[in-house]
């Protein structure tokens, strides 16, 4: 085909891989994007608060991040022998995120209708007991990441392995490692009340753990494009710089944490 690549095309061409390489996380990481619309609507129409904070704003952000988390899981499970993405093993893994996430989502939305918060939520034994199974689900979750990066090492033909292959198998390991350790101390310290940033609603003045628990959970997205800006701007430096982008980005990740802890929120 001369000429560019028509972008409908290349959409196409995305979507009909993603299917290839994983069909039941790619059609959920979909179905999160389309309840995303009806929630936004809800988002625009519905005035309530929680915390100064829009009650259908954590609902919105936690649809966009199961999506991107399931439709990234879907893609890196490409990595893996055909007969192996079809393993028991793995069907397993696939259920565990899907289950996990889908409960987070499920209860975050029903406290949103109900005008009542989800997390930090103690008030009696349902919700202290539903509070310590989001953070059982958040570990579970994240843990099936651990358990791919796990199998694309195990099954790898190419040895050493491309340097892509290093960045996927990393942000995997870092989204368990990193987002467990800041969920746990995220647990036991409420963000500061208020909107905070745009969009993120973080409090950057301290006390507030959910930038440095951002930086582990979406290491699975941000050290594999990393991978690949590495191995297009400089193919021979690429393995050296991504130890280093990983050493920085943990580095960005342990100030993060010692700020979040430095104040007491109250969300």
């Not at 409908?8 to 061409?13: E, L």
């Not at 625009?44 to 919105?60: C, E, Q």
């Not at 952000?61 to 399931?70: C, D, Q, V, Y």
């Not at 430096?237 to 580095?251: H, K, M, N, Q």
Request: hydrophobic share 55%; aromatic share 10%.
């Amino acid at each position: 085909m001369d000429g560019p690549i028509p972008s409908g095309f290349v959409g196409r061409r995305i979507v009909n891989e993603l299917m290839q390489r994983q069909h039941v996380l790619t059609l959920y990481g979909f179905v999160m994007l389309a309840l995303m619309v009806p929630t936004l609507v809800l988002l625009v129409l519905d005035a309530r608060t929680i915390g100064d904070v829009n009650v259908w704003a954590k609902p919105l952000k936690f649809m966009a991040s199961t999506a991107l988390f399931s439709l990234c899981t879907a893609w890196f499970m490409g990595l893996l022998p055909p007969s192996v993405r079809v393993s028991p093993a793995n069907w397993a893994m696939v259920s565990t995120l899907i289950f996990t996430s889908l409960f987070e989502v499920a209860y975050i939305s029903l406290q949103a209708a109900l005008g009542s918060p989800s997390h930090y939520n103690v008030t009696d034994a349902f919700h202290a007991a539903m509070f310590g199974l989001m953070a059982l689900a958040a570990v579970l979750l994240v843990a099936t990441q651990a358990f791919l990066a796990w199998q694309i090492h195990r099954t790898a033909v190419e040895r050493p392995l491309p340097v892509f292959h290093q960045a996927v198998i990393a942000g995997l390991i870092m989204t368990f490692v990193l987002s467990t350790a800041s969920g746990f101390m995220l647990g036991g310290n409420q963000p500061p009340t208020g909107v905070g940033l745009p969009l993120a609603g973080w409090h950057l003045s301290g006390g507030d753990l959910r930038p440095a628990h951002f930086l582990g959970v979406h290491a699975q997205q941000l050290i594999p494009l990393a991978g690949v800006l590495l191995v297009r701007q400089a193919p021979s430096r690429a393995g050296a710089a991504l130890f280093a982008v990983i050493l920085v980005y943990t580095t960005i990740w342990v100030l993060l944490c010692k700020l979040g802890l430095s104040g007491q929120g109250g969300y």
